[in-house]
């Protein structure tokens, strides 16, 4: 069994989920982060869903790990009925998404059938190289 550090989380993002009936509060929720945690990236609007694995109008907001604490706690104190998609940013999108993900609010089923098929096989060349490499001390 092998652990993976902390280090390999560069950051992370969080998806907010809206709808025609929830973007004014998502709107509130967009401007008191801006003003609470400036250092944050926050993403442009996406009101045409799907867009990649999420099925859901939504904005990202990327941040440090060092604003975890402060800001995903607000987030389920203040998220007002939407839901939340809180993921690591190791550099893998795919395992990010699927494998590190965690919910604030009712989680919202992803379309990661693209991401899939590319990280599989990325895994499958991982594999023949690791192979390769033992083929290669063994001889």
Do not use: C
Request: net charge positive; hydrophobic share 35%.
């Amino acid at each position: 069994m092998e652990f993976r550090p902390k280090e390999k989380i560069k950051g992370y993002h969080v998806h907010i989920y809206y709808d025609g009936a929830s973007k004014q509060w998502a709107g509130h929720l967009r401007r008191e982060i801006a003003k609470r945690w400036p250092e944050a990236v926050i993403g442009r609007w996406r009101d045409k869903a799907p867009q990649g694995p999420h099925p859901v109008s939504h904005f990202q907001v990327a941040f440090r790990t060092e604003l975890f604490s402060e800001l995903v706690p607000w987030l389920a104190l203040n998220r007002n009925g939407l839901s939340m998609l809180v993921h690591t940013n190791t550099g893998d999108g795919y395992e990010d998404h699927a494998f590190y993900d965690m919910w604030i609010g009712p989680s919202v089923e992803l379309r990661l059938d693209g991401m899939r098929a590319s990280w599989e096989k990325r895994q499958e060349e991982k594999k023949k190289e690791k192979q390769a490499a033992n083929d290669s001390e063994a001889a």
